[in-house]
């Protein structure tokens, strides 16, 4: 296992690289930790939210405001991220279908709209497909990250129809949408409808989407609340949350954050 320290806007990380030379063949995984202690910062939202007999989240947000971060998710991942979409984005490739996945408020839907944003900037259609934010949302979080909304107005559909699933967006795709950057936000609420097809052969629908336009496709996923009694660094596949049974294999890519870690790594 090779590791080196790297800093960045005053901020040190840690790059831990496990194996060979490529992420693309399946022989690299990095992982990325801030080192600013986040696991002290949350005991003092624990005991913040004992004290003042208020929810944990609100105690987070607290601590986070007191840290000039707009909200806990920005603190945990905002730097950490700026370098990690640079990363993911350039180890993605075409017809790829990647589950990005991690625990409520460590800051995934903040890096799929970096990711989104570096695909945009590279010349890419973008395509936000959301169950859980209203469009208001997305623009608000992009602008939270420093980026002029305006300028990817023409670039990024944000899409928050009730009716998302895979035939949707597939039927939202045009040939002009050739070869586009889609992310969907997230896996649990694409069968939510008892109309919409089984979540394993949505996924399925996802992976020829992907094969036959070329398109790269990111899929948000929650991870089981089982994994915060684990002793584990970071998630992985097992740890993924499925009310339905479906082959997350069929995933060619993963990425999973915790507590300031990122690591992105292929599906064996």
């Known amino acids: 296992m090779a590791c080196r320290a790297i ?17 693309a063949d399946g022989q690299k995984r990095f992982a990325m930790r ?20 208020i929810p944990l989240y609100a105690a987070l947000n607290h601590i986070a405001v007191d840290h000039g971060f707009k909200e806990w998710s920005n603190l945990s991942s905002h730097e950490a991220n700026q370098i990690s979409a640079v990363k993911i984005f350039k180890n993605l490739n075409p017809s790829d279908l990647l589950l990005l996945a991690a625990r409520p408020g460590h800051g995934k839907t903040l890096l799929a709209l970096q990711i989104i944003l570096k695909a945009i900037n590279s010349g890419k259609q973008g395509f936000f497909f959301t169950l859980d934010y209203t469009k208001l949302d997305i623009w608000r979080q992009i602008k939270d990250l420093g980026f002029d909304p305006k300028k990817y107005d023409k670039r990024l559909s944000v899409d928050t129809s009730d009716d998302i699933c895979a035939e949707h967006i597939s039927n939202r795709l045009t040939k002009e949408a050739n070869q586009a950057f889609i992310i969907i936000d997230y896996l649990q609420l694409l069968d939510q409808k008892r109309e919409n097809p089984p979540l394993k052969t949505q996924v399925q629908q996802l992976v020829h989407l992907a094969n036959q336009t070329g398109s790269v496709i990111v ?17 992985e596949l097992k740890d993924i949350k499925l009310p339905n049974p479906v082959d997350l294999t069929q995933f060619n890519k993963t990425c999973f954050l915790h507590d300031g870690i990122i690591e992105l790594s292929d599906v064996a």
Do not use: C
């Not at 800093?7 to 030379?21: A, K, L, P």
């Not at 910062?41 to 004992?50: D, E, P, S, T």
């Open 7 to 23: 800093s960045f806007r005053n901020i040190s990380f840690q790059m831990i690289v496990v194996g060979g030379n490529a992420i």
């Open 34 to 53: 801030l080192t600013v202690p986040i696991f002290k910062l949350k005991r003092q939202a624990k005991a913040l939210a004992r004290k003042n007999n």
């Open 219 to 235: 899929v948000l996923s929650q991870i089981h609340r089982s994994y915060e009694l684990s002793t584990k660094l970071i998630p």
